[in-house]
């Protein structure tokens, strides 16, 4: 299994070379993959958890992050893609394709903040159907010599698109959500599915409805991932499972989910402070890393 660590950039943190600089231990320490989150605006949950501070948006972070590492992934956890134009967003998932060597995994949501989506010009009944959309449009600008789409939201013909990424077929498409239409989209179009806080118990059911929706579709279930997104410490929510807060509970949560075939296990460390992230990165990659990641 796959260690991979949420560079924080949600989490309110007023210095911004501090969360670069992370992602630049992480690769050193033997992290598979370093993510980042997306919301535009600071409310509701979001407000609740960091009020006015910052925000950072995720694909500016990872291609900082980037042009400072060789190696190591770089995820979205996750985009919502309702807030973007898909054709613009095709263009510069490409480009940080490209300019990284083919580190780049695009996870995309829904969105869940009415406010947000109304506010993007994104209407909040839609933002399924704008979902599904946008990727198609983008695998089609990927892989497509002469791409062509006739939509309800978008339409184009007749163009070259460029550059292509550098993975083949195309980016991965990692499905965020734990609805059952996420996993509905993660079985028709994703790469992986990837929920967020979800305990075993939850995640083992989400995991055998995604197989018998692949299924339906035509597709081997052997072909979609499972990526999970976890916190330690106290999550404030009890809602959200936890990975504990004792590097050994840490470790038992994370081979448990490594007997159940998950392939990512992508772990937050929950906190805005600083002086804490490093030390937290470090006891991850002493206890956890070396027993469970392939």
């Known amino acids: ?75 979205t ?23 990284s060597g083919g580190r780049l995994m695009l996870g995309v949501g829904v969105g869940v903040i009415e406010e947000e989506l109304e506010a993007m010009g994104s209407p909040y ?31 184009f013909s007749g163009m070259k698109f460029t550059p292509k990424p550098v993975q083949k077929p195309h980016i991965p498409i990692i499905i965020g959500g734990t609805s059952r239409a996420a996993i509905r989209r993660a079985a028709r179009s994703g790469s992986a599915w990837h929920p967020t806080a979800l305990s075993p118990e939850a995640l083992a059911e989400g995991i055998d409805y995604l197989k018998e929706q692949a299924v339906k579709v035509g597709r081997d279930p052997s072909e979609i991932a499972i990526s999970v997104s976890a916190a330690i410490g106290s999550t404030h929510n009890h809602n959200r499972y936890s990975l504990g807060e004792d590097p ?33 990165m470090e006891m991850l990659a002493e206890v956890v890393i070396p027993k469970v990641q392939s």
């Open 125 to 155: 009944h839609e933002r399924g159907a704008i979902t599904d959309e946008a990727i198609a449009i983008m695998k089609e600008l990927w892989t497509k010599d002469d791409p062509s789409f006739q939509g309800k939201y978008h339409n």
């Open 77 to 99: 956890s996750v985009l919502v893609l309702p807030y973007h134009n898909p054709i613009r967003l095709a263009k510069v998932a490409a480009t940080l394709d490209v300019l």
């Open 248 to 280: 050994e509970e840490i470790l038992e949560r994370s081979q448990r989910y490594q007997e159940m075939g998950v392939e990512r296990l992508l772990i937050s460390p929950n906190t805005r402070d600083q002086s804490q992230l490093r030390p937290i």
């Open 1 to 75: 299994m796959k260690i991979a660590y949420s560079l924080s950039n949600n989490q309110g943190m007023e210095d911004v070379q501090g969360v670069i600089d992370l992602a630049v231990r992480a690769e050193k320490l033997g992290f598979e993959s370093v993510w980042a989150s997306e919301h535009i605006f600071n409310v509701t949950y979001v407000y609740d958890r960091i009020g006015d501070k910052p925000y950072y948006e995720p694909l500016t972070m990872l291609t900082y992050v980037a042009a400072v590492t060789k190696t190591i992934g770089l995820g």
